[in-house]
């Protein structure tokens, strides 16, 4: 008898490199009951127009049902203000496989008992409600028009909701936004969470949209090679009784003492980062808040204690910018639908918005690759100029915008990008999202 060899499976393709999308993030409205100060939206020269998703939009999507992960279906408004939210996840579910999800954000302000049961009963299974402090005057100062009672009527309505539906593994979330007002009380957050039903906490950082909130953002521009390289040299300077950060403070100051041997460690140090492809601004090195950080990473750590003991799932954002950057939007083969029907790659280029990065203005221009109700889904997705903009993305060579010395320059401060100082056409050289600082269900 010839013996059997087993043949081995071929590797499945990068998801970013399928036939059709692993993962689709649907805008379902623009439309939004709270006007909140941290959302693009309501930034200044927002240009986001209102409107819902439309029947015929959402139909041009089912082709990829079959072959979806997951199913996301909000964006930049709240999705219960759309009538046919429940219809579009019941649509959805028929075509999915039974271990896909279906999710989205909300508020939480607008749920009852008869629209929960009748969304949770449609399929889905991942909801996540915004709560950003437990103090109400915070609270709404971060979302305004947001109440803690509203959210609280949520969970427990939810909750109501999950006992009585016949959908699988369905779990609530909780998001918030952190920031310096807010970062002390995560902790507690997790304990009031975990008293709600929750299963899983998501927790990200703020990109300002106004000059004014740059001061309260909780992390660190630098990334953290930069950081290793610099906190190394001033371990160096202080062997020699020397505070390398007064010193720089203080670099006016002439025949300081050390300063032939300070300078050549300073030359050391960017040879170093020159030598690992490390973005070396001594400046914003030199005038980073150390307490700031070491505080909030204190926070960081009792919050994920905290969730250990109360059973919740926690998902936490870097403190510092990662120099080994790592998009999920496009690694895990994700495709984003505006409610208009035009096919974008991920959140940092779902519309046009400015930004404020390290103190200066930062503008992005919406990046899109045709719309699915004109050519269909599955034809975008395959388009050869799509497949070459993923593959770009993989091979993550770009600057580090956000903490360059020279930012911003002429390459990026202009209305329409066209490539980098890299001489790469994709705009990711100033996304939080891949250095690990933004963070959103996925």
Not at 195 to 207: I, N, R, S, W
Not at 418 to 437: H, I, N, Q, V
Request: proline share 5%.
């Amino acid at each position: 008898m010839t013996p059997v060899i087993p043949t081995i499976a071929e590797p499945l393709p990068s998801p970013a490199l399928r036939p059709l999308p692993s993962k689709l993030f649907v805008e379902t409205t623009t439309f939004c009951n709270l006007s909140c100060p941290m959302c693009v939206k309501h930034a200044e020269g927002s240009t986001i127009e209102e409107g819902h998703l439309t029947q015929a939009t959402f139909d041009a999507l089912k082709p990829a049902f079959s072959h979806l992960e997951a199913l996301f279906l909000n964006g930049i408004g709240e999705p219960l203000l759309h009538p046919q939210l429940a219809s579009f996840i019941a649509q959805a579910r028929a075509e999915m496989a039974t271990d896909a999800w279906i999710g989205f954000q909300s508020n939480g302000l607008l749920f009852t008992p008869e629209n929960a049961q009748q969304i949770l009963d449609a399929g889905a299974n991942r909801i996540c409600l915004s709560i950003d402090s437990l103090s109400p005057a915070l609270f709404k100062k971060i979302r305004q028009g947001g109440q803690v009672g509203a959210v609280q009527r949520a969970f427990a309505t939810l909750n109501e909701a999950r006992r009585h539906t016949t959908t699988a593994n369905v779990k609530l979330g909780m998001e918030l936004v952190v920031v310096q007002e807010n970062v002390q009380e995560l902790p507690e957050l997790i304990r009031w969470a975990a008293k709600q039903g929750v299963d899983f906490a998501l927790v990200t950082q703020m990109l300002p949209y106004d000059a004014r909130y740059c001061d309260n953002v909780a992390y660190d521009i630098n990334t953290d090679a930069a950081i290793a390289i610099f906190e190394r040299g001033c371990q160096t300077a202080r062997q020699q009784g020397i505070d390398l950060v007064a010193w720089l403070h203080n670099t006016w100051t002439r025949q300081k003492p050390g300063d032939d041997f300070v300078r050549q460690l300073i030359q050391q140090m960017k040879s170093q980062a020159r030598d690992q492809g490390v973005f070396f601004n001594l400046t914003t090195l030199t005038t980073r808040s150390r307490e700031q950080q070491h505080q909030v990473s204190e926070h960081f750590e009792r919050a994920r204690q905290t969730a250990q003991a109360c059973g919740i799932e926690l998902s936490l954002p870097s403190l510092t910018a990662t120099q080994q950057r790592h998009c999920a939007f496009v690694e895990d083969g994700g495709a984003f639908i505006s409610w208009d029907g035009n096919l974008h790659p991920c959140y940092n280029l779902w519309h046009n918005y400015r930004c404020f990065l390290n103190g200066w203005e930062n503008r992005i221009a919406t990046r899109q690759f045709g719309n699915v109700t004109q050519q269909g889904l599955e034809a975008l997705w395959n388009r050869p100029d799509f497949v070459q903009f993923r593959r770009n993305v993989l091979d993550y060579d770009y600057p580090f915008c956000s903490c360059c010395t020279v930012a911003p320059c002429d390459y990026i401060d202009n209305e329409a990008f066209e490539e980098d100082c890299y001489l790469r056409s994709e705009p990711c050289g100033t996304c939080l999202w891949a250095m690990g600082l933004l963070q959103c269900l996925q």
